[in-house]
Structures are given as structure tokens and as C-alpha cells.
């Protein structure tokens, strides 16, 4: 993938907040980024915040903070989980 590419993907997903080149995932919010080869994609779970280099992408996961540091020809997509419903009940589920 480019980097338009990957920041117009960013722009569109809901959640996310763009400051500079740097991105923040709203807390409530769960966002992946798939990462590797076709058919051998690795996925970076909750990922709480991005920044786009000019030759790569810098992305922070929630869990223990860890930084990943891929090329942008590495990445595959990514996935937006907004936050779970209110608890109330549903038709047809208790």
C-alpha cells in the first residue's frame, strides 16, 4: 500500500483523530493494522496511536506500548471496532 493510500484509509475510519502526521485512536475505540506478505499478514491489535514518516509508519499498541515500525509497501489494512453498545437488550436476545 502507499501512504495516500494508508491516510485516506485513516481520514475515513471512525474514531480516529488526525493531528499533523501524527494519528490518535479515541479510547473507546479498538483499531488493527495487518502487516506482512498476502496470505501471511500479521495483525497489530490495539493500536492507540500513529505516525506517518516519510518512508514509514510508526504504530504504538495499547498493550505494553510497544512501537512497530513498518514500510508502507508491508501494509495490508487495517479495522475499526467502535465501542460496544450500551448494554441495553435487544428483540430476540436476553
Do not use: N, W
Not at 493531528?19 to 497489530?44: C, F, N, R
Amino acid at each position: 500500500m502507499e501512504r495516500p493510500t494508508f491516510e485516506a484509509m485513516l481520514e475515513a475510519a471512525a474514531g480516529v483523530e488526525r493531528d499533523g502526521s501524527d494519528y490518535t485512536v479515541a479510547e473507546d475505540y479498538s483499531l488493527s493494522v495487518y502487516i506482512g506478505k498476502p496470505g501471511q499478514a500479521m495483525e497489530v491489535s490495539e493500536v492507540a496511536e500513529l505516525r506517518l514518516d516519510a518512508a514509514f509508519c510508526e504504530a504504538t499498541s495499547r498493550e505494553h506500548g510497544t512501537v512497530y515500525y513498518v514500510e508502507y509497501s508491508s501494509l495490508h489494512g487495517l479495522c475499526v471496532r467502535p465501542p460496544s453498545g450500551g448494554g441495553g437488550r435487544r428483540t430476540g436476545f436476553s
